[in-house]
């Protein structure tokens, strides 16, 4: 069994939140990034890591930067907000 880290299961949070506040399926995202909806599920739930090329795809459809994204993970990982 894989262990999953923290920054894998926060960015999966934080896809999902995304995600979801844009009133995404994870059919509908995992279709405008040319892959299944099971592998955005993996992503979302940290079972997955998530490469440099599709960091910037999700980020692209989520309507933000990679580094806002990244951001967005960091503030999850240490329990902050952000803006």
């Known amino acids: 069994m894989k262990m999953r880290k923290s920054e894998d299961i926060a960015f999966g949070r ?16 995992g279709n405008a990034v040319s892959m299944s909806y099971q592998q955005i599920q993996k992503y979302e739930t940290g079972a997955n890591r998530v490469a440099i090329s599709t960091l ?16 967005k993970v960091e503030h999850q990982l240490n329990g902050t ?3």
Not at 21 to 27: C, F
């Open 81 to 83: 907000v952000g803006e």
């Open 14 to 29: 934080v896809i999902r939140e995304l995600r979801l506040a844009r009133g995404l399926t994870q059919q509908q995202l």
């Open 56 to 71: 910037f795809g999700l980020a692209n459809c989520l309507g933000m930067t990679p580094s806002d994204l990244l951001l």
